[in-house]
C-alpha cells in the first residue's frame, strides 16, 4: 500500500485500516482520482493478511456528497465525458471490491452521506453514524435513478416500499430514523463517534477473521438464495471454519475457562 495519496488518507494501527475520504471542500464528492484511489486501497486491504478490519470515513463534516457534480459539468461541456453507463463501471468496481473482502468493512459516517457516497456506505458491511449523520438518495432530485448498487442495497435493507419512497422523493433521513430503518447499526452521539468507531473497529480486528470472511460469504448468499441452497453452503462454510485455529484455540479456551485470543488463522 503507498504511503501517500491524493485524496485519501490511509492510516493502519492493530489490524484496523481506516480509509478516509479527503476532499472537504466539496464534501468529499467523488472525482475520478478519489475513486481510483479508494479501488486501489479496497482491492489491496483485501489480500493483505496485517489488515483485519477496514473502517471507510470522510474527513471534515461530511462523509460525501456523492458524484463531484462540479467535475461531470465541466467534462459533459468540453465532450470528454463517458457513456455513464461506463463511468458507473468504475463505481461498480469499488463496490464489488468491498462486498467480496474477505474482511469486515464498516463505514462510519458523520454528517451527511447523499448520493453514490450514500449507496458507498452502504455496500459496507455495516454502518456506524454519528448523531448528526443524514443520508439522501440524492439522484431523483438531479433526475437520476440511484447507481452504485443503490436499488439493490436499499431494497435489501428497508423493503421495497420504503425503497421506492427513499429513491423517489429522495428526502434526507436522519440518523435515527437510519437506525430505526436498519440502514444503520448504531447510531451515537457526536461527542462518542470516533472512540465508539475505534472500539468498534478494534473489536472486529481482534476477532476470528478467517470466520468472519466466511460469515460474510454467507450472510450475503443467503440475501439472494433459497433455504436449500443456503444450508448447503452453511455445511461447506462450516466445514471451513472448523478447521481455523481461532476455532480450535476458542473450544480449548472454552474448557480451560479463558478468554479466546483469536490470531485471525
Ligand atoms: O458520474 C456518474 O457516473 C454518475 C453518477 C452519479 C452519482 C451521484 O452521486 S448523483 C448525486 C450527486 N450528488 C448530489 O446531487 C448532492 C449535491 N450536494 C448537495 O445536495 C448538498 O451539497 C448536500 C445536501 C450534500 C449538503 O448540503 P450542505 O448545505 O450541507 O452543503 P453545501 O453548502 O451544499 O456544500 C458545501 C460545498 O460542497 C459547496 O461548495 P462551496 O459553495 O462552499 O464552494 C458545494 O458546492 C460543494 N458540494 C457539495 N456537493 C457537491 C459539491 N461539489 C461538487 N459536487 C458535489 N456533489
Known amino acids: 500500500m503507498r504511503s501517500t495519496y491524493q485524496h485519501l488518507l490511509v492510516q493502519s494501527d492493530g489490524g484496523v485500516l481506516t480509509v478516509t475520504m479527503n476532499r472537504p471542500e466539496v464534501l468529499n464528492a467523488f472525482n475520478d482520482v478519489m475513486l481510483e484511489e479508494l479501488t486501489e486501497v479496497m482491492e489491496e486491504a483485501a489480500s493483505d493478511d496485517s489488515v483485519r478490519c477496514v473502517v471507510l470515513t470522510g474527513a471534515g463534516r461530511a462523509f460525501g456528497s456523492g458524484q463531484d457534480l462540479r467535475s461531470l459539468a465541466e467534462a459533459r461541456a468540453s465532450g470528454t465525458r463517458s457513456k455513464v453507463s461506463e463511468h458507473l463501471q468504475k463505481y461498480h468496481r469499488v463496490v464489488l471490491a468491498i462486498r467480496s473482502m474477505p474482511r469486515p468493512v464498516v463505514a462510519a459516517v458523520r454528517g451527511v452521506a447523499a448520493g453514490i457516497s450514500c449507496n458507498i456506505a452502504l455496500a459496507c458491511d455495516m454502518r456506524i453514524a454519528a448523531d448528526d449523520a443524514r443520508f439522501i438518495e440524492a439522484f431523483a432530485r438531479i433526475g437520476l435513478v440511484p447507481d452504485g448498487g443503490g436499488g439493490y442495497f436499499l431494497t435489501k435493507l428497508v423493503g421495497v416500499g420504503k425503497a421506492m419512497e427513499l429513491a423517489m422523493l429522495a428526502d434526507e433521513i436522519s440518523a435515527q430514523e ?37 460469515i460474510k460469504q454467507q450472510i450475503y448468499a443467503a440475501a439472494d438464495s433459497d433455504l436449500a441452497s443456503a444450508l448447503h453452503l452453511e455445511g461447506e462454510l462450516q466445514d471451513m471454519a472448523f478447521e481455523t485455529q481461532d476455532h480450535q484455540a476458542a473450544v480449548l479456551a472454552f474448557l480451560q475457562k479463558r478468554k479466546p485470543e483469536y490470531t485471525g488463522r
Not at 440502514?183 to 477473521?209: D, H, K, Q, W, Y
Open 178 to 214: 437510519a437506525e430505526r430503518l436498519g440502514i444503520v447499526n448504531t447510531c451515537v452521539p457526536s461527542a462518542e463517534f470516533e472512540s465508539a468507531v475505534a472500539a468498534f473497529a478494534r473489536r472486529l480486528a481482534s476477532g476470528p477473521t478467517r470466520t468472519y470472511a466466511l
